[in-house]
C-alpha cells in the first residue's frame, strides 16, 4: 500500500505555487506516495488542479471556530497518514500533526513550533540564500529520504504541465496574429507585496512597444478589488496612442491560471500570479523590493532559467523603493526576451504580467 503523505502550505498563493516543485518531487518517487495537502479556501482550486496532489483537505485557519478544528483533526487523524510535511511551520499545524499521532512530522527548524516535529531540516530562509522554492524540494527530498522512497531525477518545469491543445485554445482568445506575442501585464500587488506604480507601468510598455521586433498584443489583469486601477493603465496607454485590453474576470483563481496559460508572458510584481506563470512555465518579468527576506533570488519563479527576468531597486536605495528602478533597462531586457521568445517560437504570443506571489519573510 502507499504511503500516504500530508503537505502543508496554508498561506499565500504564490506560497503555495512555488510547494509545487516539491510535490512534484514526491510523486515522481518510486514507490509513488499518495500526496494529501492541508491548503486554506482560497487556494483549494488550485490545489485541485495540481497533478501532484490526490486529495485535497481545507483548512479552517486561525480564526476557525473550535468546531472547525476539531472536524480539522478529526479528519486528519481518519486518514492515517505516514508522514507530515510542513512547509511553512506554524505551532497550531505542528500540534495538529502531534495530536493526529502522524509517525513522521518533518518541519524546517524554525520558531518553537519545531517542537512539535521528530524530524527537522535547518534552511534560515530569510537569508534568502536558494529560491524559495528549492527550500522546499529539499525539504520534500529530506521526506523521501527518510521514508526510504527513491528519487532518479529531479522534476523539471513545467510544474503545471497543460495539453497542447488547451494551451493553443487560450492563446487564441488572447492574439490571432501568430507573429505577435500576447503579454501579460497584472498591475496590482494583492496587498502582499510593493509593485510598480501605474505610471511607470505605463512608461515600461511605452519602451518595449517601440523596442521590441514586433509590438505585443498587450492584456491588463486585475485581481479583486484592482480593477479600476488596471482600467486607468488602460487609459493612460491609450492616450499614449497604444492599445491594451483588460483580461476578462474569470470566476476563479484556477480559471484565471487558464487564461495565463495561452500568454508567452507576464510582468508583474512579486504576487501570486507571477507564481502561476512560473508553474505553467510562461516567460516571466518580476518586479521586487530590495528586502533581504524578499530578494528576486528567494521568491524566484520556477520556470526555466532563460524565460525569467527579475528586477529590484538598487542595494543604496530604501528596500521598498521601487522608483528606483531602472524603467529604461528593463524594457530593454523584456524587448530582448519578446524577441527571443518569438524567434523560437513564432506561433507563440508573450504575456507580461505585474507580480505573483506572497512573502512571509519566514526565517
Given at each position: 500500500?502507499?504511503?500516504?503523505?500530508?503537505?502543508?502550505?496554508?498561506?499565500?498563493?504564490?506560497?503555495?505555487?512555488?510547494?509545487?516543485?516539491?510535490?512534484?518531487?514526491?510523486?515522481?518517487?518510486?514507490?509513488?506516495?499518495?500526496?494529501?495537502?492541508?491548503?486554506?479556501?482560497y487556494t483549494e482550486a488550485l490545489?485541485?488542479?495540481?497533478?501532484?496532489?490526490?486529495?485535497?483537505i481545507v483548512d479552517p485557519g486561525q480564526?476557525?471556530?473550535k468546531r472547525a478544528q476539531k472536524a480539522?483533526?478529526?479528519?486528519?487523524?481518519?486518514?492515517?497518514?505516514?508522514?507530515?510535511?510542513?512547509?511553512?511551520?506554524?505551532?497550531r499545524i505542528g500540534f495538529l500533526g502531534w495530536r493526529a499521532g502522524i509517525p513522521l512530522r518533518?518541519?524546517?527548524?524554525?520558531?518553537?513550533?519545531?517542537?512539535?516535529?521528530?524530524?527537522?531540516?535547518?534552511?534560515?530562509?530569510s537569508r534568502s540564500e536558494k529560491p524559495e522554492y528549492q527550500y522546499n524540494v529539499d525539504l520534500a527530498c529530506q521526506l523521501l529520504e527518510r521514508l526510504s522512497l527513491k528519487l532518479t531525477r529531479l522534476p523539471t518545469p513545467p510544474f503545471w504541465p497543460l495539453a497542447s491543445e488547451q494551451v493553443a485554445h487560450q492563446r487564441q482568445a488572447l492574439t490571432t496574429v501568430a507573429s505577435s506575442c500576447a503579454v501579460v501585464v497584472h498591475p496590482g500587488s494583492g496587498g502582499s507585496a510593493v509593485n510598480l506604480s501605474l505610471e511607470q507601468y505605463a512608461a515600461l510598455i511605452h519602451q518595449v512597444n517601440a523596442q521590441a521586433k514586433a509590438p505585443p498584443a498587450w492584456w491588463i489583469s486585475a485581481g479583486p478589488g484592482e480593477e479600476a486601477q488596471a482600467d486607468a493603465l488602460i487609459e493612460a496607454l491609450a492616450a499614449q496612442g497604444i492599445e491594451a485590453n483588460r483580461l476578462a474576470p474569470s470566476a476563479s483563481v484556477e480559471a484565471f491560471a487558464y487564461q495565463?496559460?495561452?500568454?508567452?508572458?507576464?510582468?508583474?510584481g512579486s504576487t501570486g500570479p507571477l507564481h502561476i506563470a512560473g508553474c505553467l512555465n510562461i516567460a516571466t518579468a518580476g518586479f521586487y523590493p530590495a528586502k533581504r527576506s524578499a530578494t528576486p533570488l528567494r521568491w524566484q519563479t520556477c520556470n526555466d532559467a532563460d524565460r525569467r527576468l527579475?528586477?529590484?531597486?538598487?542595494?543604496?536605495?530604501?528596500?521598498?523603493?521601487?522608483?528606483?528602478?531602472d524603467i529604461g533597462a528593463a524594457a530593454g531586457e523584456i524587448s530582448a526576451l519578446i524577441d527571443a521568445l518569438l524567434a523560437a517560437?513564432?506561433?507563440?504570443?508573450?504575456?507580461?504580467?505585474?507580480?505573483?506571489?506572497?512573502?512571509?519573510?519566514?526565517?
Open positions: 500500500m502507499a504511503q500516504k503523505v500530508l503537505v502543508v502550505r496554508n498561506d499565500k498563493i504564490g506560497d503555495f505555487m512555488l510547494a509545487w516543485p516539491a510535490l512534484a518531487c514526491l510523486k515522481s518517487a518510486s514507490p509513488t506516495p499518495h500526496v494529501s495537502v492541508l491548503v486554506p479556501a490545489a485541485r488542479a495540481c497533478p501532484w496532489v490526490d486529495e485535497v480564526s476557525g471556530d480539522l483533526l478529526d479528519t486528519v487523524k481518519a486518514a492515517r497518514f505516514d508522514a507530515l510535511l510542513t512547509l511553512f511551520s506554524t505551532p518533518l518541519a524546517p527548524a524554525t520558531k518553537w513550533a519545531q517542537i512539535f516535529y521528530n524530524a527537522r531540516v535547518t534552511q534560515r530562509r495565463l496559460a495561452g500568454a508567452d508572458l507576464l510582468i508583474a527579475a528586477f529590484s531597486p538598487p542595494a543604496s536605495a530604501d528596500e521598498q523603493e521601487m522608483t528606483a528602478i517560437h513564432p506561433e507563440r504570443s508573450v504575456l507580461v504580467e505585474g507580480g505573483v506571489g506572497g512573502e512571509n519573510g519566514e526565517e
